[in-house]
C-alpha cells in the first residue's frame, strides 16, 4: 500500500530551529512536496525534492533520502507566523496523484 | 492576480439539495484537481482533469459529478447533499501533474 507517516504535532520555541520528519512507503517515485497550510487557509508550495540531498529556500530546507524513504523539512530563526500545519506529499508516479501525510500540527511559543 | 479562484467560498445548504462549486485557474496549467479536507484536516483527491480529460477518479459518491469546460475551468456538481459532504473543498492545479500544485482559497461547505 501506500504510506506517508508524519508527526502528528510539534512544538517549539521562536527563533529556534525545528525538523519536520516525514518516512513513505510508495509504489513508485517522482518527487515529494512539503506544502504548508495556516488554518483556515489553503495549502501553499513549500519546497520539491526529486534527488538525494538538501534544498535550501530562505529560512526552509527540505532533505530526501530515496533509499531510506525519508524527508525532512527544517525550519530556522522560528517566527510566530511558521505556526501552522506542514503537510508531506509524495508523486507516486501513477496517475499524477499525490499520497498525502495527515500534516504536522507546528506551535511556536514565545 | 489570483491564480486559482473558487466560488462560493461558504456555502450553507440543507440535506437533499443539489449544489455547485466553481474553479477557474490562470496559470495556463494542463491539470486541475479538487480535493476534499474534512474535519480531521486529511486531504483527499477526488478527481484529476488534464486539458479536459478526467484521469484521477477517486472512490467517491456518484453523486459527485465533475465537469471541465475547457482546461482553465473545474466544477464540481454535488446531488442530494448529506451531512457528511460537508468539509472544505480545495481546487487545485499544476503543470503536467508532475510539479507543485497551487490551490484555491477553498469552499468551506455547511450541509444541515
Known amino acids: 500500500g501506500q504510506n506517508i507517516d508524519q508527526p502528528t504535532e510539534m512544538t517549539a520555541t521562536e527563533g529556534a530551529i525545528v525538523q519536520i520528519n516525514c518516512t513513505y512507503q510508495?509504489?513508485?517515485?517522482?518527487?515529494l512536496f512539503w506544502y504548508q497550510q495556516h488554518a483556515g487557509e489553503a495549502p501553499t508550495f513549500l519546497s520539491y525534492?526529486?534527488l538525494d540531498g538538501l534544498e535550501e529556500k530562505g529560512r526552509f530546507s527540505s532533505f530526501l533520502s530515496r533509499s531510506k524513504g525519508y524527508s525532512y523539512l527544517l525550519l530556522k530563526e522560528l517566527q510566530m507566523k511558521d505556526s501552522a500545519s506542514y503537510l508531506c506529499?509524495?508523486?507516486?508516479?501513477?496517475?499524477?496523484?499525490?499520497?498525502w501525510g495527515l500534516g504536522t500540527s507546528l506551535a511556536v511559543n514565545p | 492576480d489570483t491564480a486559482v479562484s473558487q466560488t462560493p467560498k461558504y456555502l450553507v445548504t440543507q440535506m437533499g439539495n443539489d449544489k455547485s462549486i466553481k474553479c477557474e485557474q490562470n496559470?495556463?496549467?494542463?491539470?486541475m484537481y479538487w480535493y476534499k479536507q474534512d474535519s480531521k484536516k486529511f486531504l483527499k483527491i477526488m478527481f484529476s482533469?488534464?486539458?479536459?480529460?478526467?484521469?484521477i477518479n477517486e472512490t467517491v459518491p456518484n453523486r459527485f459529478s465533475p465537469k471541465s469546460p475547457d482546461k482553465a475551468h473545474l466544477n464540481l456538481h454535488i446531488n442530494s447533499l448529506e451531512l457528511g459532504d460537508s468539509a472544505v473543498y480545495f481546487c487545485?492545479?499544476?503543470?503536467?501533474?508532475?510539479?507543485?500544485?497551487?490551490f484555491g482559497p477553498g469552499t468551506r461547505l455547511t450541509v444541515t
Open positions: 487545485a492545479s499544476s503543470q503536467r501533474g508532475l510539479y507543485e500544485q497551487y
Open positions: 496559470l495556463g496549467h494542463d491539470t
Open positions: 482533469y488534464n486539458n479536459k480529460e478526467l484521469i
Open positions: 510508495t509504489s513508485g517515485f517522482n518527487g
Open positions: 525534492n526529486v
Open positions: 506529499a509524495v508523486n507516486a508516479g501513477n496517475n499524477r496523484k499525490l499520497i
